[in-house]
């Protein structure tokens, strides 16, 4: 049973962690314990007493709340902002009732006066040691009320001497999803997003530690946020020592309407805790998102061709059936044409909401080249950016109202585009009828659903309500238009992309198989991106192509090896490629085909950080532990240095490997604890290695 009733309140148990929460003698729910599982569920602390310290910090600002609200004499962040009708901001919650239902928890607190519900919802992932938790909100009073806070949880940490580590991803377009790790200072440290995605600028998740963990050592306690919109996280370390993270939907310029009996549900946030560093932890989120959240789950995905560095905005069935031969002539599974094949695309400066083929560029329409990649052996793929409108568009000419925009002055472009309000039912449904008609009649297996500019004047002139609901409603818009996509055309794999890594996250691994990490696909650079990218998310969702970035100074091998460590795509010009690339390239993308399944299917080990030093390495290792991949990369180091044994990990210590390349067998305990000694003239400046490892007599 992962969640029992016990003598202080509740306990969810994990296979490896424990989170208990309880009733004080004040009546309030607090948190009592969030750790490794422990023996006896006596062990588990009951809740805190109240303490009062002085008239200025009474006991509700000191008692560890599970959800406090704006009331009474709390001073820290809450997690629920209200105000009523009468316009009271404070809110009185009592316990009404609680229930266990299999692997979840509800509990009810209320509001009697001001007849308010809120549930607290927990559900136990066991397998995976995480805690899935959200929240509703209950309106069942006669008046609206008015949410201006609402966050999906708040977790606490335990007591330490000193100040928690935060570890979070942060970065900009072409260089987002940088890892991150620093002390919380005293006071709130305050990440978010209100650029209406999830943005490449921080990143929903985050982890906290003593200061001391590694990929395997010390206690972390982590948590991500399954939310593609605004977000906010707010570390805070108190005046008295105490450390919380509350996170949830940002509440910058958020206002929601709740009419009488109405309900409001957040997004849920995946929270959990490793004992042994880093490493568990991403592991543990990898296999969430591949068991539980993507649409395919472990199925191989395939390696993809784009066309978008080869043409850009030139693409028609001459030129897209060149590359198409020539990506199928190297093993390629899947040809993506990229922007520019929609009506009056010739260029970022018009075209987005027209989503069907230009008669200029494809005559007889998009089928002839579908027929034509179908008959190399390919799937076809097709770039998309349904969010947006261009100015100049049929779409736009049709309904300029439909764009996000205030009444009073023009909206600012970026890129030459505006946003369409996909808050609106009609301009979802328009969406949806549109890209429908699109996927029946065309045989188009992968979609790159793109998103190319963040929020500017974030009007809704024609709202029913509150207009601020629109950070809200427009991301459950998309869920609406993605999600029945999806539905009616199930077989299609979609992809996220956001000028890059702009919108990863939970959430939209619920739609998109994959997501493309980022524009910027120089390999040295790359390696940081994926480093981040990896703390969270599977090297299954992480699309990486090998492209003519990094070209000048790198090995084609090398910018191969980088985009292996995912799911790999090529996107370089192939009419600039001479032979003996593609054929080189040819015989990688066989490689790669026959050890992908471990790389996108099993648990990848973080062996030596690129951040730390100018070697490192990534392996990964199958399920069963028969087979695993190393990779190693070399940056610039100086000649004279030996290189460092690379330890490898996860690893059965009783079985004996082989390490391609080298003659002799070892147990498991000997590659993990002596390591493989690569020699300098192997691995010199800028190369890099790939090594298949293999269980001897294994099957
Ligand atoms: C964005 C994407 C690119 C490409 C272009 C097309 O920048 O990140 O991969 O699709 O749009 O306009």
């Given amino acids: 049973m992962p969640i029992q009733k016990t003598i202080h309140g509740w306990l969810i148990e994990t296979q490896h962690s424990a989170y208990a929460l309880g009733l004080n003698p004040a009546g ?46 709390r001073f820290g962040e809450p997690c629920l902002s209200l105000v009523f009708a009468d316009g009271t901001r404070d809110l009185v919650l009592g316990f009404v009732e609680a229930s266990i239902d299999g692997e979840e928890l509800h509990i009810t607190l209320r509001d009697e006066a001001l007849q308010l519900a809120l549930t607290l919802h927990y559900r136990a992932h066991p397998a995976y040691d995480l805690i899935e938790r959200w929240v509703t909100i209950s309106n069942q009073g006669h008046q609206p009320l008015r949410i201006e806070r609402v966050w999906s949880a708040l977790w606490h940490l335990p007591p330490a001497d000193y ?3 935060l570890s979070h991803l ?56 399954a939310w593609s919109g605004n977000w906010k996280l707010a570390a805070e370390l108190t005046d008295f020592g105490a450390t919380r993270l509350g996170i949830g939907l940002n509440d910058w310029d958020f206002a929601w309407q709740l009419g009488p009996g109405e309900q409001f549900v957040t997004p849920a946030c995946y929270g959990g805790y490793s004992q042994h560093g880093f490493g568990p932890m991403s592991r543990a989120l990898h296999d969430l998102v591949r068991d539980q959240l993507l649409p395919h789950h472990n199925a191989p995905r395939k390696v993809l061709y784009n066309s978008w560095e080869a043409t850009a905005f030139a693409v028609d069935l001459a030129s897209q059936s060149r590359l198409a ?7 390629v599974e899947l040809f993506v044409m990229d922007d520019g094949w929609f009506h009056g695309r010739d260029s970022d400066r018009a075209g987005l909401g027209d989503w069907w083929p230009d008669q200029r560029k494809f005559p007889q329409g998009l089928n002839p080249l579908i027929e034509r990649v179908n008959g190399l052996g390919m799937d076809f793929g097709l770039w998309v950016e349904p969010e947006m409108v261009s100015p100049d568009s049929e779409l736009y000419r049709a309904h300029p109202d439909w764009a996000i925009h205030f009444p009073s002055r023009p909206p600012s472009t970026a890129r ?38 963040n929020v500017s004047e974030p009007g809704w002139p024609s709202a029913p309500g509150e207009p601020r609901e629109i950070w809200v409603r427009y991301v459950q818009g998309l869920y609406h238009v993605w999600g029945e996509l999806r539905r009616r055309h199930p077989s299609v794999i979609w992809q996220s992309c956001s000028g890059g890594g702009g919108r990863a996250d939970l959430g939209i691994l619920r739609l998109a198989d994959q997501i493309w990490v980022s524009d910027n696909t120089e390999p040295t650079a790359r390696l940081h991106i994926q480093e981040g990218f990896s703390q969270f998310y599977p090297a299954s969702t992480m699309e990486a192509w090998v492209t003519d970035m990094g070209a000048a100074h790198l090995s084609l091998e090398y910018r191969f090896h980088v985009s292996m460590c995912g799911a790999l795509g090529v996107g370089g010009n ?109 691995l010199q400046d800028f190369q890099s290695t790939m090594r298949l490892i293999q269980q001897v007599n294994h099957g």
Avoid at 50 to 65: G, K, Q, V
Avoid at 170 to 182: I, K, N, P, Q
Avoid at 418 to 444: K, S, Y
Avoid at 633 to 646: E, S, W
Wanted: proline share 8%; net charge neutral; aromatic share 8%.
């Fill in 28 to 73: 309030l729910l607090a948190h009592c314990y969030w750790g490794p599982r422990l023996p006896f569920t006596a062990d588990y602390p009951p809740p805190p007493a109240p303490a009062e310290w002085s008239s200025f910090d009474m006991p509700a600002h000191l008692t560890p709340e599970e959800y406090p609200a704006h009331a009474a004499l």
């Fill in 163 to 165: 100040p928690y580590r």
């Fill in 170 to 225: 942060t970065g900009r377009w072409a260089d987002e999803l940088r890892l991150r790790r620093e002390r919380m200072p005293q006071g709130t440290t305050v990440l978010e997003s209100r650029r209406l995605t999830s943005s490449h600028h921080h990143h929903p998740a985050f982890a906290l530690d003593r200061g001391d963990a590694s990929e395997e050592h010390g206690e972390v306690w982590f948590g991500a946020l």
């Fill in 325 to 331: 031969e020539l990506a199928a002539a190297m093993g």
């Fill in 416 to 453: 030459n585009q505006l946003i369409l309000n996909l808050a609106r039912p009609d301009v979802q449904e328009h969406l949806i009828g549109l890209l429908d008609t699109l996927l029946a009649a065309h045989n188009i297996a992968f979609v790159k659903w793109d998103m190319n500019r």
């Fill in 574 to 682: 192939l009419l600039h490629w001479s032979a003996d690339q593609r054929a080189e390239a040819a015989a990688l993308i066989a490689r790669y085909k026959a050890v992908r399944h471990i790389v996108q299917a099993g648990d990848l080990f973080r062996l030596r950080s690129p951040a730390a030093s100018p070697i490192s390495a990534l392996q990964y290792v199958s399920k069963d532990r028969s087979a695993s991949l190393l990779f190693v990369f070399r940056t610039h180091m100086p000649p004279q240095l030996a290189l460092p044994p690379i330890l490898l990990r996860g690893l059965d210590p009783q079985a004996r490997y082989t390490v391609e390349g080298i003659a002799e067998p070892r147990s498991g305990a000997a590659w993990m604890q002596i390591g493989l000694n690569l020699d300098r003239a192997e």
